[in-house]
């Protein structure tokens, strides 16, 4: 059976953490993707035979760690799916991002673009997609010029986050692709997760402890 962190299972749903660099479903590359990960861990488990079905409701980046939720039946993968279009679905980051951030809160409002590559750009006009995210720091760390930060993402666009912060000239720790080429982990994790369960209707938290190591270790 899969080594899968399993914070929450039921006929409806189950919810795990996701490693950082495991893809949360397959791509062209073929390595292992954690949509794969629960389908043979449910298989497995309860003894299924034929294919399982695990519904992808939403996703985070490769080298992003922390709580999915995914569908056991195609019900519930459209109730949290409208979950999420309304925004009823609510995820909390933590990030480490690198100089130190000024203010205790704050909250960035851009519009975001792709440009040929495929990475996410901010646009200073109205043009391309609405991003806002809502920030608190929870700690700074003088020495490293680094501050850890919780972040309420409002919108869920691409690399949005990393984006919005990099082009603050506040780029995220260990981000390879708007940051500096240091080789080490990116310092974002999704750690919270709240919802309301597709079919008892009942108010679901979820919440993990930051990880270890890299730049986490900068604020034990």
């Known amino acids: 059976m899969n080594k899968l962190e399993v914070l929450y299972e039921d006929n409806h749903l189950i919810v795990v953490c996701k490693p950082c660099n495991i893809l949360s479903q397959g ?23 034929g294919n399982v ?33 309304l925004k009823q679905m609510k995820k909390t980051y933590a990030a480490i991002v690198s100089s130190i951030l000024p203010e205790d809160t704050g909250e960035f409002i851009d519009y975001l673009m792709k440009d040929v590559r495929g990475n996410s750009i901010v646009v200073s006009k109205e043009v391309g ?10 700690e700074r760390n003088l020495l490293k010029n680094e501050t850890l930060v919780e972040i309420d993402l409002k919108t869920g666009r691409h690399h949005q986050i990393r984006v919005q912060f990099a082009s603050r000239g506040y780029s995220l720790c ?12 990116i310092a974002l994790c999704s750690y919270k997760l709240e919802f309301i369960h597709p079919v008892s209707k009942e108010p679901m938290f979820f919440q993990i402890e930051l990880p270890k190591g890299d730049y986490w270790d900068d604020f034990k």
């Open 27 to 49: 791509d062209s590359t073929g390595d292992m993707d954690l949509l794969t990960m629960v389908k043979e861990y449910i298989k497995e488990k309860y003894n299924k035979p």
């Open 53 to 85: 079905y695990i519904g992808l409701v939403h996703r985070l980046d490769r080298p992003v760690s922390g709580i999915m939720v995914f569908a056991r039946t195609s019900k519930a993968a459209s109730r949290l799916s409208e979950q999420i279009r």
């Open 129 to 138: 997609k609405y991003a806002e995210l809502h920030y608190k720091v929870l």
């Open 174 to 185: 260990g981000d390879q692709r708007y940051g500096k080429m240091d080789k080490r982990q």
